[in-house]
């Protein structure tokens, strides 16, 4: 479904607190499937910043944040290109048997993880990263090793950075 429409609390109760990143008025797209639920958002690294803010404060065990190097673009069902900046990952449904507490799985997690797409409207050096956030670089796959090998090194300088500093 392209654009924001409001989308319906009944769908996310299992975290509470979700709705207003659920329904940011930047999403742009939302794919669903038995459950297995992306929502795409594009906006500018201070409406970014108050998103994750939301995103640490909603009721989950945990608060992943995935960085990876932009832009990203998705394929609607109609196949119309799609630019996002960040994306909601939700398992709910049917997909929902597949998930696991473990922070490491990116595919099958069972609480929400939010992905930020580095680079156009996103400047990682302005990114403010609420207590109780844990960030992981998103897994290369393919062709996004030779990409954008800078993107990839500046996130990895900026996640080394933050662990040195005693931050998740």
């Known amino acids: 479904m392209k654009g924001n429409e409001p989308l319906s609390e009944k769908n996310y109760s299992e ?14 797209y939302q794919s669903w499937a038995n459950g297995n639920e992306d929502l795409y958002y594009k906006s500018t690294t201070k409406e970014l910043n108050a998103a994750l803010a939301q995103f640490a404060q909603v009721e989950a065990q945990h608060h992943v944040v995935v960085l990876r190097p932009g832009p990203a673009e998705r394929r609607s069902f109609d196949k119309t290109a799609i630019s996002y900046n960040w994306e909601l990952h939700i398992l709910g449904g049917l997909a929902r048997r597949l998930a696991n507490d473990n ?20 400047d990682l050096e302005k990114l403010e990263i609420p207590e109780g956030v844990t960030l992981r670089a998103a897994p290369e ?26 931050q998740k």
């Open 15 to 28: 975290w509470q607190g979700i709705m207003p990143v659920v329904n940011d008025k930047a999403r742009v």
């Open 103 to 122: 922070v490491e799985d990116l595919e099958w997690p069972k609480d929400p993880v939010l992905t930020v797409s580095i680079g156009g409207d996103i």
């Open 141 to 166: 796959r393919g062709e996004e090793k030779t990409s954008s090998p800078a993107g990839w090194q500046r996130i990895a300088d900026f996640l080394e950075a933050r662990k040195r500093q005693g």
